[in-house]
């Protein structure tokens, strides 16, 4: 016994080091796959399918014990399913006794509703936060959160990261005249990151007055602002319906804009809005691959980025203990 003691206190004996251990439930796959080749590793094996009754059946395929677990899914349609499956997942891992269990979420469903608009009204997204942390999770992994405050939900860690450096690298590339760009907040609520984009840009501000007369239905009013002759890039983070989006782009037009982009982080694409998209007086439709859309029935003026080496580096960053804030310092 002496003995085994005196070999266990041995400096030299080599601790064994984890890799990271990525899985996938069945949102976004794809995305999955390009975070895992700019990681240089594979997605780990799991078995993730449907009882007839719709409940849903998870086995991870192989041992994670004492790992760094990164489970990936977007909280997209069907976001029911997809919560459920996230927490499922979760929780397979936490009985499979992996060191941490990072929640990376593309999307986060359920955000709109984060606060008490009127009275009786459920706040999902802080909903939502109860069951991830419920069910196991240490961390999470959040990219453009509907609003910061969402990140106070969560009794765990959460690293916020964003989209803007895919954005901006894109649309610099295009090469603009510096003094014809100006760029447009949708809403009084998007300024703030608006602003941002614009000081990255080196370009004026401009904000949409949009008024919320219904549940998913608002009103445009005017444009404050110059757009006049403009190049004008609106910066949204979210793309449901289309239908405020598309009338603030033919306000904007109205008001003499010359050309009109849209940007987008999450492509939400519910009902009518590729249709509607399509119809808009909008040069180009730009969106990251947060939610997976099927290419062949795309019009030409929607263009999706790969936002994989932003995850797959914050993620890295994650499991070295390195900053992940310092990805978007200028």
């Given at each position: 016994?002496l003995?085994e003691?005196?070999?266990?206190?041995?400096d030299?004996?080599?601790?064994?080091?984890?890799?990271i251990?990525?899985?996938t439930?069945r949102?976004n796959p794809?995305l999955?796959?390009?975070?895992?080749?700019?990681?240089?590793?594979?997605?780990?094996?799991?078995?993730?399918?449907?009882?007839?009754?719709?409940?849903?059946?998870?086995?991870?395929?192989?041992?994670?014990?004492?790992d760094?677990?990164?489970?990936?899914?977007p909280l997209?349609?069907?976001?029911?399913d997809?919560l459920?499956?996230l927490l499922?997942?979760?929780?397979?891992?936490k009985r499979?006794s992996a060191?941490?269990?990072?929640a990376?979420i593309?999307?986060?469903?359920?955000a709109r509703?984060?606060r008490?608009a009127?009275?009786?009204?459920?706040?999902?997204?802080?909903?939502?936060?109860?069951?991830i942390?419920?069910?196991?999770a240490?961390?999470v992994?959040?990219?453009?959160?509907?609003?910061?405050?969402?990140?106070?939900?969560?009794n765990?860690?959460?690293?916020?990261?964003?989209s803007?450096?895919?954005?901006?690298?894109?649309?610099?590339?295009?090469?603009?005249?510096?003094?014809?760009?100006?760029?447009?907040?949708?809403d009084?609520?998007?300024v703030?990151?608006t602003?941002?984009?614009?000081?990255q840009?080196?370009c004026?501000?401009?904000?949409?007055?949009?008024?919320?007369?219904?549940?998913n239905?608002?009103?445009?009013?005017?444009?404050?602002?110059?757009?006049?002759g403009?190049?004008?890039?609106?910066?949204?983070?979210?793309?449901?319906?289309?239908?405020?989006?598309?009338?603030?782009?033919?306000?904007?037009?109205?008001?003499?804009?010359?050309?009109?982009?849209?940007?987008?982080?999450?492509?939400?694409?519910?009902?009518?809005?590729?249709?509607?998209?399509e119809?808009?007086?909008?040069e180009?439709?730009?969106v990251?691959?947060?939610?997976?859309?099927?290419?062949?029935n795309?019009?030409?003026?929607?263009k999706q980025?790969?936002?994989a080496p932003?995850?797959?580096?914050?993620i890295a960053r994650?499991h070295d203990?390195?900053?992940?804030s310092?990805?978007f310092?200028d």
């Amino acid at each position: 016994m002496l003995q085994e003691m005196n070999m266990l206190q041995n400096d030299n004996i080599v601790k064994p080091t984890h890799a990271i251990k990525l899985f996938t439930g069945r949102a976004n796959p794809k995305l999955v796959e390009e975070i895992a080749n700019y990681l240089g590793t594979t997605v780990g094996p799991m078995i993730i399918k449907n009882f007839s009754d719709g409940e849903i059946y998870v086995k991870v395929q192989e041992s994670v014990r004492g790992d760094d677990v990164f489970v990936v899914q977007p909280l997209c349609n069907p976001v029911n399913d997809n919560l459920m499956e996230l927490l499922i997942i979760i929780d397979a891992f936490k009985r499979a006794s992996a060191k941490t269990i990072t929640a990376v979420i593309p999307y986060y469903g359920y955000a709109r509703q984060d606060r008490k608009a009127s009275g009786r009204e459920a706040i999902t997204a802080k909903l939502v936060a109860d069951l991830i942390t419920t069910a196991g999770a240490n961390r999470v992994l959040a990219m453009d959160l509907h609003t910061g405050q969402i990140q106070g939900f969560f009794n765990i860690l959460v690293d916020h990261i964003y989209s803007n450096p895919v954005m901006i690298k894109y649309l610099k590339d295009k090469n603009f005249k510096q003094e014809d760009l100006v760029a447009v907040s949708p809403d009084a609520g998007g300024v703030e990151r608006t602003r941002h984009l614009a000081k990255q840009l080196d370009c004026p501000l401009a904000i949409i007055d949009k008024r919320r007369e219904a549940h998913n239905v608002a009103k445009v009013g005017h444009v404050i602002g110059n757009v006049q002759g403009k190049t004008a890039i609106i910066f949204d983070d979210i793309i449901d319906t289309a239908g405020t989006i598309t009338e603030g782009a033919k306000l904007l037009k109205r008001e003499g804009a010359a050309k009109i982009y849209i940007c987008a982080a999450h492509a939400v694409f519910s009902g009518p809005a590729i249709q509607r998209l399509e119809e808009a007086p909008v040069e180009e439709v730009i969106v990251s691959n947060t939610i997976p859309l099927k290419q062949q029935n795309l019009p030409p003026k929607i263009k999706q980025l790969s936002i994989a080496p932003l995850l797959g580096e914050a993620i890295a960053r994650i499991h070295d203990d390195e900053s992940v804030s310092s990805l978007f310092e200028d």
